[in-house]
């Protein structure tokens, strides 16, 4: 008779964490999990500032564990509650001192690209991520990239890694807010959205020398996001584009995020760095062309459903912009390209993946043939 599958617990610190895209996956992750066979054997540990409202679960349990926050909780308080357990870290890191860590390590950008980082939490997690994938019950990232580029550092090897996709279905479940744009003093169709931090790798700058150069002088670059600066090295926005053409909106709510979509002339996602790039899929999702960057893990994750543009080219992401605005039969194109793209992403088929890489780690080989 075959063994019942092993208990899981979730490190459910992403709960008390401003909300970015590392938060989303594991939000998203956690709810297609709660959808399968499997959720009666999962539960959530969360620390005592959790926001569980942003949980919509019908199975997996929540439960409070110790009385710290923040790091002081992941590395002590949840330690000592998953003793014994496999515990499933969505956020980068685990607690050091826990034997049974499974770890999704999103990308290798403060190895790569340093400079994005406060010196203190660069090193820190410098040392911290080949120490914990040493460790590691199993190891998960989200891209093919990801994991060539953690492995470059030490941190895995690269054939260690299960690749979990970011999703693009959750925006199906956003009741978008159709007067978005007009509160924001915004066009439909008459702007470009831009949606990432000001950190260095997503190249708002890039994103508003382009738009100072697009030939249609009424045409807005939208720009939304947050940074956080304990974590970023750069939390001020560029200067304003040429013309007082760029609008910054800040952080919005899902609602907001999606009327914006759907009534852009596109999106605009000119990344240096990424581990997988969530809001090209959400884009193409909600029919919102994207022009993109060739660079990482981005051309991997868009395919020939975006326009792949030099993220150095100003000139050449304005040229794009400018053919979509007068090229309707191609802006067409890309959407239906893109829509049928994105719906291949699925959170549901990331969660079955967890699952099958868990067991396995959990389950030797050689009880396979019984």
Request: aromatic fraction near 6%.
């Amino acid at each position: 008779m075959p063994d019942a599958p092993a208990p899981i617990l979730i490190n459910g610190r992403f709960l008390a964490q401003r909300p970015t895209g590392v938060q989303r996956a594991a939000a998203e992750l956690v709810q297609a999990l709660d959808r399968t066979g499997d959720a009666p054997r999962l539960t959530v540990l969360t620390p005592p500032d959790a926001d569980l409202a942003r949980l919509d679960l019908r199975t997996i349990g929540l439960r409070p564990v110790g009385h710290r926050t923040g790091y002081l909780w992941e590395q002590w308080d949840l330690a000592r509650a998953a003793r014994g357990r496999i515990l499933v870290n969505l956020g980068n890191v685990a607690p050091l001192l826990h034997p049974l860590n499974a770890i999704l390590i999103h990308d290798a950008s403060v190895f790569d690209r340093p400079e994005g980082y406060g010196w203190r939490f660069g090193a820190s997690m410098r040392w911290m991520l080949p120490t914990l994938a040493r460790r590691a019950a199993a190891l998960f990232t989200v891209s093919r990239f990801s994991a060539e580029r953690l492995a470059a550092h030490g941190v895995g090897n690269r054939l260690d890694y299960t690749i979990l996709p970011s999703g693009a279905d959750h925006v199906a479940r956003v009741v978008a807010d159709p007067d978005a744009a007009a509160r924001h003093g915004l066009t439909a169709g008459r702007y470009i959205l831009f949606v990432g931090s000001p950190h260095p790798n997503k190249n708002l700058a890039g994103a508003l020398a382009a738009i100072g150069r697009v030939a249609d002088p009424t045409l807005r670059l939208a720009v939304v996001g947050a940074s956080d600066p304990r974590v970023f090295a750069t939390t001020a926005p560029p200067a304003g584009a040429p013309g007082g053409r760029a609008v910054y909106l800040g952080a919005v709510d899902d609602a907001t995020l999606a009327g914006l979509y759907g009534n852009a002339l596109a999106l605009l996602f000119p990344s240096f760095y990424e581990g997988s790039g969530l809001p090209p899929l959400e884009a193409m999702a909600l029919g919102c062309p994207a022009i993109v960057s060739n660079r990482a893990s981005i051309p991997e994750v868009c395919g020939d459903a975006a326009w792949l543009m030099d993220p150095d080219d100003s000139a050449g992401m304005a040229a794009a912009i400018d053919r979509l605005a007068a090229d309707t039969a191609l802006r067409a194109d890309l959407i239906g390209r893109g829509r049928a793209h994105a719906a291949a992403f699925t959170w549901a088929e990331s969660a079955r993946r967890l699952l099958t890489t868990l067991d396995r780690a959990a389950r030797p080989a050689s009880r396979a043939s019984g």
